[in-house]
Nanobody, 124 residues
Framework: QVQLVESGGGLVQAGGSLRLSCAAS????????MGWFRQAPGKEREFVAA????????LYADSVKGRFTISRTNAKNTVYLQMNSLKPEDTAVYYC?????????????????WGQGTQVTVSA
């Protein structure tokens, strides 16, 4: 069982930056692939980024590539999402998720545990 708690969301102007954090409970954090998803009002939840167990491999949605960076610190049971050059279309609730599988996946149904989400609002 893994519990995930996101933090770091807020209101920022276009072009600004935010760093999201996701703290995980449990001693097996290092064995989970971690992902970030987001959901805007009236839209389906979409993949943002994911990172492998060791942090050696990452994957990004095309819409955030070059602007967002996912990282993890297994010693602190925490995964991060650094978001730069934010755009109004990045406005959404951002969710952290954990997958007990081996490879990085981008579909939400493959993830086993979810946080409660944190709101990110980017003003024009």
């Amino acid at each position: 069982q893994v519990q995930l708690v996101e933090s770091g969301g807020g209101l920022v102007q276009a072009g600004g930056s935010l760093r999201l954090s996701c703290a995980a409970s449990g001693r097996t954090f290092r064995s989970y692939v971690m992902g970030w998803f987001r959901q805007a009002p009236g839209k389906e939840r979409e993949f943002v980024a994911a990172i492998s167990w060791t942090g050696g491999r990452t994957l990004y949605a095309d819409s955030v590539k070059g602007r967002f960076t996912i990282s993890r610190t297994n010693a602190k049971n925490t995964v991060y999402l650094q978001m730069n050059s934010l755009k109004p279309e990045d406005t959404a609730v951002y969710y952290c998720a954990a997958d007990a599988g081996i490879g990085i996946v981008t579909t939400s149904y493959d993830y086993d545990y979810w946080g409660q989400g944190t709101q990110v609002t980017v003003s024009a």
